[in-house]
């Protein structure tokens, strides 16, 4: 990189700093430096970067081309893909139950939060100037759909590998603990724990069913929340279908506090 060109990135991220006008050429240059990705269609991104809040029509489904609600759903489903594939590889001795519970630890809300504040991509996102201040909790749902938004934008930009190369830094950060069949995660104590603190009426689990022979039996498990179902999930055990259902509820409450 040049020195004009370094020169003018460096006074670029004051402007940002100080919330100035955005320039398209420096803005895309200091995007391919936070991903580490060569960009190849910037329309692509810009379309990642930009919020619903930005579109002022009152016609939702017409929003979606605009905004980066098609590029979030996409990118979804490929950091699904590649969290299952990602622990497929590494642990190979993990049971499905384990795995599952893992790979939403790798994709979850909070997860994709933390990966969105390493690249510090509130920087570039395009939204409604109410949701610029840094306490606004709506924003932790809008940095972690912008995150999903990126990873769909690379996989339709560069392929798949594109996406792994991008992606791996981040798994690869995470600290996953299943090793001898123990998930990292307690969803059952993170649930309990975030009930009390919210004052809400404490869980309770229901077995919905069972199925299989008795040797290979799998349990589908509810939990309810002042009698209402927040969740279920299923496993090899009830334990294990517990902890999958608080893991659903414990997704659900968070939503809440956006």
Not at 36 to 52: G, M, P, R, W
Not at 89 to 104: F, M, V
Not at 170 to 199: H, M, R, V
Not at 211 to 239: A, M, Q, T, W, Y
């Amino acid at each position: 990189m040049n020195a004009n060109l370094k020169f003018q990135k460096f006074f670029y991220k004051i402007g940002l700093f100080f919330k100035s006008p955005k320039v398209s050429f420096l803005e895309t240059e200091l995007l391919k430096e936070t991903l580490n990705y060569s960009i190849q269609d910037e329309k692509l991104f810009k379309l990642a970067l930009t919020h619903s809040s930005t579109v002022r029509t009152k016609v939702k489904h017409s929003n979606s081309t605009i905004t980066n609600e098609r590029l979030e759903f996409l990118g979804d489903a490929v950091l699904n893909l590649l969290a299952a594939q990602y622990l497929y590889k590494h642990y190979p001795n993990a049971s499905e139950g384990d795995l599952t519970i893992s790979r939403s630890k790798l994709v979850n809300k909070t997860a994709l939060v933390k990966y969105a504040e390493i690249l510090q991509l509130s920087r570039f996102l395009k939204t409604h100037p109410k949701f610029s201040t840094s306490d606004n909790k709506g924003m932790n749902t809008i940095v972690a759909d912008a995150f999903e938004a990126i990873v769909g934008a690379i996989y339709l930009d560069g392929g798949i590998n594109s996406v792994i190369k991008f992606i791996e830094r981040f798994f690869n950060g995470s600290i996953i603990n299943i090793e001898n069949g123990e998930s990292s995660q307690n969803y059952k104590s993170t649930l309990l724990e975030a009930l009390q603190a919210k004052k809400l009426q404490l869980p309770t689990y229901k077995i919905i069913s069972t199925d299989g022979p008795e040797h290979s039996k799998i349990f589908l498990v509810e939990v309810l929340i002042s009698n209402i179902s927040r969740g279920s999930g299923s496993g090899s055990s009830k334990k294990e279908a517990e902890q999958n259902a608080a893991r659903i509820a414990s997704e659900w409450l968070s939503e809440q506090t956006d």
